[in-house]
């Protein structure tokens, strides 16, 4: 199944492309996340499993959030890399490029310089009620270039602090490391304007941005208001419980169909 993803900007990114998610919200204080109902994602990690390995030097910690959030409170040990580490910013919001995916080159000294390398565990998150969501964009540029220790941490900072687990406002310092082995990138999990032009029609495009944002707000700094032809508007936020976890795959499978989107179809996320 291969799912094409354009600019993929929020959270449940890597869900999106390879669960294939969808969801309808409800009340989830003090909610669970249940493991096994994603045992077979290799990219999620449960607060549970992070916390025994802090302090760990075979863990690789990245915080998401912005920085005046990271300096509020992070998890003990992360690093702050922000909303776009490995997404290429050199120019203009809305010029060509903007937004995208480093080159190879590029990306590889950006991971480096945080700590990536191919043995550690690496964990991405971000509180996702107070940003983008930029982690799950991290883990999907890292899974583009072929890395197979990525995780997301399930519920983000969120549910970190929803389950009573420690934060602290001492900035941690990366380990910066050599050697970092890239593959190609996996052009099946990327879309681009030409592609989603030609399929304008044929494949459903869902815009997950707020409906503000959709109608034509431009308040979180998009150059053009308004969306793409066709693309239905389906709010980030509905993907997730009140804590910040993911909804079940029966809740997801509902609600993307609502949308008119099967588990065997392509669909574009924007």
């Not at 940003?131 to 883990?139: E, L, M, N």
């Not at 602090?161 to 941690?172: I, S």
Request: proline letters at 4%; aromatic letters at 8%.
């Amino acid at each position: 199944m291969k799912n094409k993803i354009y600019l993929l900007l929020l959270i449940l990114v890597s869900t999106f492309s390879i669960l294939l998610v969808g969801c309808d919200k409800k009340s989830s204080s003090n909610q669970e996340f249940d493991a096994a109902e994603y045992k077979n994602v290799d990219y999620f990690i449960t607060p549970q499993e992070l916390k025994k390995m802090l302090g760990s030097k075979d863990l690789v910690l990245l915080d998401c959030n912005k920085p005046d959030i990271y300096e509020d409170g992070h998890i003990p040990g992360a690093v702050s890399i922000g909303l776009h580490a490995f997404s290429d910013t050199s120019n203009k919001i809305g010029d060509p490029g903007w937004g995208t995916i480093l080159d190879k080159k590029e990306l590889q000294k950006k991971m480096e310089a945080v700590g990536i390398d191919n043995t550690k565990t690496v964990v991405f998150y971000s509180d996702v009620f107070k940003g983008p969501g930029a982690d799950g964009r991290a883990v999907w540029q890292s899974k583009v270039a072929g890395l197979d220790n990525v995780k997301m941490l399930v519920g983000g900072l969120s549910y970190w602090e929803d389950l009573g687990y420690e934060t602290t406002d001492e900035p941690a310092k990366a380990n910066p490391t050599t050697g970092l082995k890239l593959k190609d990138y996996n052009e099946s999990y990327i879309a681009t304007k030409d592609y989603v032009k030609e399929n304008l029609g044929k494949e459903v495009i869902i815009d997950v941005r707020t409906k503000k944002e959709y109608n034509g707000s431009q308040n979180a700094g998009e150059p053009r208001g308004g969306h793409i032809k066709g693309a239905v508007n389906m709010p980030w936020l509905e993907l997730l419980n009140d804590n910040g976890t993911p909804k079940t795959k029966e809740e997801i499978k509902k609600i993307m169909a609502s949308y008119g989107v099967k588990p065997e179809d392509n669909f574009v996320v924007y």
